[in-house]
């Protein structure tokens, strides 16, 4: 496991930053992610678009994996990290998951799933919003409340671009089904979750994640979040990686319906011997950071 450097240790967040983080739901870096990475990062982006990969990657059955067209507003795939290697190289950087670490008060950080999302200049087509949502509500089979998003652009970022929005403590509002009937990933309406707020939390803060290159996001499972469409010309290219902290396990959840839910990452993963998701599985799930001494703490 990797160990960082005296200049990487004093770029983790402190006590301070990190009660920040437990009050507001986000939290947003200094530079931190070496433009060469990035830029290697980007190589890969276009390389994945032509259709090349150059790991061996394994069947994946659930996550998204879009194929590039020139007319799509947004691309998501999912688990880029297992299709290109310079994309690897970001996902696995330690210092992202060392501060994950740091916020999330955990001796382990593991990979849940990454996504690479770039949004294309709208083109006036208005498809390139990404509703709001909290994260959690699509890991209904995780048992940790303490996950975590790391979102890491490959370019300076602005609101122009359509660059990602929190809501400052959301992450502690109560799951009221009036609330959470507004959390969809997928919509292009965000205008009908800002009446609700209107009404129900008219004194909300809502914080745009305008970045430098180099800098990074992270955000709280359960904090509400969204992007609207890229109004630039620029292309808007991110990784997002969501991450499991030690205490993150697979729990049996069930529909109304009584069938068994199971999420894309769930029919991905190995299973372990009861033949349950294994969310330790080395694949699709590895280690992106272990602090050994402050498990034995």
């Known amino acids: 496991m990797a160990t960082l450097s005296r200049e990487q240790q004093n770029l983790l967040p402190t006590e301070i930053e990190v009660?920040?983080?437990e009050k507001n739901g986000w939290y947003v870096t200094p530079?931190?992610?070496?433009?060469?990475?990035?830029d290697r990062a980007m190589a890969g982006v276009h390389a994945l678009y032509r259709g090349e990969r150059d790991i061996d990657t394994p069947k994946m059955d659930g996550p998204a994996n879009d194929v590039f067209s020139a007319d799509k507003t947004f691309m998501n795939n999912e688990f880029a990290s297992l299709q290109r290697s310079e994309i690897r190289e970001l996902v696995?950087?330690?210092l992202i998951a060392a501060i994950a670490a740091r916020l999330a008060r955990s001796h382990e950080i593991r990979l849940f799933a990454d996504a690479l999302m770039c949004k294309f200049p709208e083109q006036s087509k208005r498809t390139g919003a990404l509703g709001w949502h909290a994260d959690k509500a699509y890991w209904p089979t995780s048992t940790s409340r303490h996950m975590l998003t790391a979102w890491i652009p490959l370019?300076?970022?602005t609101v122009e671009m359509g660059?990602?929005?929190?809501?400052?403590?959301?992450?502690?509002?109560?799951?009221?089904e009036s609330l959470m009937q507004y959390c969809s990933f997928g919509t292009q309406k965000l205008g009908e979750f800002n009446d609700w707020l209107a009404q129900n939390k008219p004194d909300h803060k809502r914080v745009s994640m305008t970045l430098k290159k180099g800098q990074l996001s992270f955000?709280?499972?359960?904090?509400?979040?969204?992007?609207?469409?890229?109004q630039s010309e620029t292309p808007r290219a991110v990784v997002a990686i969501h991450m499991q902290d030690h205490r993150n396990e697979f729990?049996?959840?069930?529909?109304k319906d009584g069938s068994q839910i199971l999420i894309g990452y769930d029919r991905t993963a190995q299973k372990t011997d009861n033949g349950d998701p294994d969310y330790h599985d080395p694949v699709f799930?590895?280690?992106?950071?272990?602090?050994?001494d402050a498990r034995s703490k």
């Open 251 to 255: 729990q049996k959840k069930f529909n």
């Open 19 to 21: 009660e920040q983080y």
């Open 92 to 94: 696995t950087y330690p």
């Open 155 to 157: 370019q300076d970022t």
């Open 31 to 38: 530079h931190v992610v070496p433009h060469e990475i990035l």
């Open 219 to 230: 955000h709280h499972c359960d904090a509400f979040h969204c992007s609207a469409p890229n």
């Open 285 to 292: 799930f590895p280690v992106l950071w272990r602090d050994v």
């Open 163 to 176: 660059t990602l929005q929190v809501i400052e403590g959301s992450h502690s509002w109560p799951r009221e």
